[in-house]
């Protein structure tokens, strides 16, 4: 990502078993148990994501932009066993009785753990197509948010169809730097990339002009933006200056 820090396929697969056996076995945690994270983008949503297609546990990203009530909302109603949580929203989940892990510590238990000597072998745990893997919730403009369980199944399937239509394979590279409460931050294109082998870069959230730095320096093949996004960047005078004839 854009701070400098870097995973390898192997070290996310490292950290998948490693998080697996730190929530399942060292906090209790069970198959169909919620993990809820309010943070920005980051690395660690990566093994998150992992961990969680090995153990069946379910991701719920919450949206860091709400206000405290929203947020105690969507957390009584999605009821997390764990709840992670970047230092700069702690202001937002005050007085909260979840069991909670900082994200600096689970930073740091990622940096110490990614290149594991031995790998952890984790219990099978069967975990059918229909299961959810993610929560996510709908921007409320009606009413209360709702949570929409996405599945295993249609991960699986979004990331073939993207994949086939936008042609994703080991050669794709990525500026990614959609929310990670939005369906589109990850299927359009984490999890397809992670599912073909491509390059990505994490950008903690989006900023017209290190995007389009980003974009330029890591040689980027495709790029999700909406038209909003798109405009900021084509504003700038940097634009008009950006070579995209790698």
Same mark, same amino acid.
């Given at each position: 990502?854009?701070? $400098?820090?870097? @995973? ?6 490292? #950290? ?10 060292? %906090? $209790? ?29 379910? *991701?719920?990203?919450?949206? %860091?932009? *709400?206000?405290?009530?929203? /947020? ?9 066993d764990l709840l /992670?949580?970047?230092?700069? %929203? #702690? ?17 740091? #238990? ?21 299961d959810p893997i993610?929560?996510? %919730?709908?921007? $409320? ?15 699986? &399937?979004?990331? /073939? ?24 931050? &990850? ?6 990339? @992670? ?7 994490? *950008? ?9 730095? *980003? /974009? ?8 999700? $933006?909406?038209?909003?996004? @798109?405009?900021?960047?084509?504003? #700038? ?10």
């Amino acid at each position: 990502n854009e701070t $400098g820090r870097t @995973l390898t396929f192997a070290q996310i697969n490292n #950290l998948g078993n490693y998080l697996g056996q730190l929530f399942c076995q060292d %906090y $209790g945690l069970k198959q169909g148990d919620r993990v809820a994270i309010l943070a920005e983008n980051c690395l660690e949503y990566l093994a998150l994501f992992t961990m969680a297609q090995k153990t069946g546990l379910i *991701l719920v990203p919450l949206n %860091y932009r *709400l206000a405290t009530a929203e /947020i105690d909302y969507l957390v009584d109603n999605c009821q997390p066993d764990l709840l /992670i949580v970047e230092e700069k %929203y #702690l202001d937002k989940i005050t007085g909260r009785k979840e069991k909670q892990l900082p994200l600096a510590k689970l930073t740091a #238990l990622c940096n110490s753990h990614k290149n594991h000597a031995t790998p952890i072998k984790l219990p099978t745990v069967k975990i059918a197509e229909d299961d959810p893997i993610f929560i996510l %919730y709908t921007s $409320g403009t009606t009413g209360f948010p709702k949570g929409v369980c996405y599945s295993h199944k249609m991960l699986f &399937w979004n990331s /073939i169809n993207t994949a086939m239509s936008l042609i994703i394979n080991t050669e794709s590279r990525t500026v990614n730097c959609m929310p990670p409460f939005h369906t589109g931050g &990850w299927n359009v294109l984490t999890t397809p990339f @992670l599912h073909h082998g491509g390059y990505t870069c994490f *950008l903690k959230k989006f900023d017209p002009e290190a995007t389009l730095r *980003l /974009i330029e320096k890591e040689k980027t093949t495709i790029f999700m $933006g909406v038209p909003t996004m @798109l405009k900021m960047m084509a504003a #700038l005078p940097a634009f008009q200056q950006a070579n995209f004839s790698y």
